[in-house]
């Protein structure tokens, strides 16, 4: 198999702390009883270490990989079995044969992992030549099996109390996300409901439930069709912005409604696309707002506006005509030389020009009015 997917088994449990395990430490000293050795230990490969997971005997924690008689064992599938290490080749000059801890012999089961990747060993260690017969053999095997049996048991188990963790987190945030949206669901002014993909409510806020209580005495519900609250005259136009916002187009309608004892009302309605968390259209959002203050200043500006141009039509027209008899008489008393004092004839002058200047300002001023708002 690949040494790199190997390596990526043996990963899974490096960063676990087996020396506080007491099932693989109770493993590790039926092994050395068992086989009758000072030391048992369990033993992971990696790319160029040996770790040393489970100790007795030993206070050893991690050696090189190129010292690891384990190395050779887990390239069997079987145990692998060293008497005399003085009298294997692959042995003779390691380091931990000719040095201390003078190792002798060597006995080593490989992990085998349930996708069949072999990990490392339980493996026996004596200072002393030694031979294992057939049940201490058949038992080191048992005991390998039970090893990775424990050791996968234990991963999973903490991969699943951290699945489970996650999922308690993302429920956490979930709900508080939910509740926030609900919060600021239920807190708009505005009458907001959700529809489904045939029209019926699949949700609403406290202000639709009680505009149409107290407009239409009547109560909206889950599962109920929108459109058996809607106005005679504006069904047709909701269910065609209706099914335009199921085709995916956001659109909006404006109107006003008498409700009598209510008063008018005027309002502004729009459907949007609802779409789940692929991206799919599931039904229409549809939202009123009831504009009634902005639309009476508009009005109110509209006919400011329109009394401002009735007053410079006046002054245009009514104001004008007078003054220029005014303005013509003072042209023939010129031309004609009618016997009037200069002074007369200046002060006519000049009062029918500063009237005619001070029309044309105001018409102006009005003109921008109307036409900047402002």
């Not at 401002?308 to 003072?330: D, F």
Request: proline share 3%; aromatic share 8%.
């Amino acid at each position: 198999m690949s040494e790199a997917l190997r390596l990526l088994a043996v990963e899974r449990f490096v960063n676990y702390n087996l020396q506080l395990d007491n099932e693989l430490q109770q493993l590790t000293l039926m092994a050395s009883e068992i086989c009758e050795t000072p030391v048992a230990l369990i033993t992971l490969i990696d790319k160029d270490k040996q770790w040393l997971k489970v100790r007795l005997g030993t206070d050893e924690t991690v050696l090189p990989r190129e010292f690891s008689f384990c190395s050779h064992a887990i390239e069997h599938d079987r145990i692998m079995i060293v008497p005399d290490m003085l009298n294997d080749v692959r042995f003779v000059d390691n380091p931990l044969v000719v040095n201390d801890p003078n190792i002798r012999f060597y006995a080593g089961a490989p992990l085998i992992s349930r996708d069949g990747f072999r990990l490392g060993t339980l493996c026996v260690v004596d200072m002393q030549p030694h031979e294992l017969n057939k049940y201490q053999q058949l038992m080191l095997e048992i005991l390998s099996r039970q090893a990775i049996n424990i050791m996968e048991l234990k991963v999973s188990r903490d991969l699943l109390s951290k699945h489970a963790a996650e999922v308690a987190e993302q429920r956490r945030i979930i709900e508080h996300a939910e509740t926030r949206l609900r919060s600021f669901f239920e807190s708009s002014s505005s009458f907001h409901v959700l529809l489904g993909a045939r029209g019926e409510v699949l949700d609403f806020n406290k202000t639709a439930y009680n505009f149409l209580k107290r407009i239409h005495n009547a109560e909206i519900n889950i599962g109920c069709q929108m459109i058996s609250f809607i106005d005679m005259g504006f069904k047709n136009a909701f269910l065609k912005k209706y099914n335009l916002a199921l085709s995916g187009k956001k659109s909006v309608a404006e109107g006003k409604t008498d409700y009598h004892k209510h008063g008018l009302i005027y309002w502004e309605a729009t459907f949007e696309p609802a779409k789940n968390n692929d991206d799919k259209i599931i039904g229409v959002s549809y939202l009123i707002q009831n504009v009634t203050e902005r639309k009476l200043q508009e009005l109110k500006i509209i006919d400011q506006n329109e009394s401002l141009i009735n007053i410079a039509y006046i002054q245009a027209h009514e104001y004008r005509g007078p003054l220029t008899s005014i303005m013509g008489m003072v042209n023939v008393i010129k031309d004609e030389s009618y016997n009037l004092p200069d002074e007369v004839i200046s002060l006519l002058d000049g009062a029918a020009n500063k009237l005619d200047r001070k029309i044309n300002e105001v018409i102006n001023t009005v003109n921008k009015i109307v036409e900047t708002g402002n």
